[in-house]
Nanobody
Framework: QVQLVESGGDSVQAGGSLRLSCKYN?????MAWFRQAPGKEREGVAF???????SLAGSVRGRFTINKDTAEDTIDLHMSSLKAEDTAMYYC?????????????????????WGQGTQVTVSS
């Protein structure tokens, strides 16, 4: 059973930076960060597969990066130039199925394991 625990959510001013961390107990083929703002559907933000290939949603490209720290067993989301529209609950997700691409086209229904979420609030 894959277990995921997120941390790092906070309230920041627009233009600021945050680092979210997702601690996992088992490495899987595809790991990702999703977010869900109030009244909106959950959307994929950043994806990384088990050999380190990355994919980012267009709305965050150039501002967010995703990295895997194999020494600490974490998936980190580095967020900079934050905007009010980045405000959301951020979730870490993981899935072992390699027959689907691990990129921003992979919807949340193709992830079997989820963390509890960490809140990011950006004030303008």
């Amino acid at each position: 059973q894959v277990q995921l625990v997120e941390s790092g959510g906070d309230s920041v001013q627009a233009g600021g930076s945050l680092r979210l961390s997702c601690k996992y107990n088992t490495d899987t083929y595809c790991m990702a960060w999703f977010r869900q703002a109030p009244g909106k559907e959950r959307e994929g933000v950043a994806f990384i597969d088990w050999i380190g290939r990355r994919s980012l949603a267009g709305s965050v490209r150039g501002r967010f990066t995703i990295n895997k720290d194999t020494a600490e067993d974490t998936i980190d989301l580095h967020m900079s130039s934050l905007k009010a529209e980045d405000t959301a609950m951020y979730y870490c997700a993981a899935d072992s199925r390699a027959n689907f691409a691990c990129d921003y086209g992979r919807g949340d229904s193709l992830f079997d394991y989820w963390g509890q979420g960490t809140q990011v609030t950006v004030s303008s």
